[in-house]
């Protein structure tokens, strides 16, 4: 349509070409951003491998990784929380004061007074009570503080101190299973109070 003066708007500038027409810079850089992508992804790949092969054969490194993550995931859940009510710890169960042979024996002696077809099968696996007795002492260290230890910092620290190399789903029954024998009439049940004031383990 022409205006008063008898221009057509539709018309397009007289400098359009000059406008869209790219610097060598820039086709430069299109050119050569798929060959950065393709060597950036190739070195992440590498970094992961590498990684990877570390967090196996270091414990340590793998510990420093998790925590790493933990920290990270803390933060991301800090930022999430913000205006909202931060959610309380959760607490970890009481854990009476022994040591690993005391907790393996306490277990032993309740499986041996137990009519269950869990305390049968056990009774005649020991190494599985060692292994409870093991991850009995983890949970009660890493719960000193009162939180209740997560997957990650029980599976570093039955493999720092014991040799013990567990998944999540196992290290996920290892904490139910301290938690179930720590329950009212289990063998690592806390007593109660005693009326003296004297906090008490109770005897099997």
Do not use: C
């Not at 959610?87 to 907790?103: F, G, I, Y």
């Amino acid at each position: 349509m022409n205006d008063a003066d008898g221009e057509d708007e539709s018309a397009p500038p007289a400098d359009t070409d000059q406008t869209h027409r790219l610097t060598a810079e820039e086709l430069t850089f299109l050119l050569r951003d798929p060959l950065l992508r393709a060597q950036e992804a190739e070195r992440a790949v590498r970094s992961n491998r590498s990684r990877t092969e570390r967090r196996a054969a270091d414990p340590a490194y793998a510990e420093r990784l998790r925590a790493g993550d933990r920290e990270r995931q803390r933060r991301r859940r800090l930022r999430d929380s913000i205006g909202r009510p931060e959610a309380p710890e959760t607490p970890a169960v009481p854990l009476p004061d022994l040591t690993q042979a005391q907790a393996a024996a306490r277990l032993s002696d309740h499986l041996d007074h137990a009519s269950s077809a869990q305390a049968a099968q056990l009774r005649r696996r020991p190494d599985r009570v060692r292994l409870y007795a093991e991850a009995f002492v983890a949970y009660r260290t890493l719960s000193a503080g009162g939180g209740r230890p997560t997957r990650g910092a029980l599976a570093a620290l039955l493999k720092s101190r014991f040799g013990r190399s567990v998944t999540p789903s196992q290290v996920q029954k290892l904490r139910d299973h301290v938690e179930a024998f720590a329950a009212t009439g289990g063998p690592w049940a806390v007593a109660p109070p005693h009326p003296s004031g004297d906090a008490r383990t109770r005897s099997v």
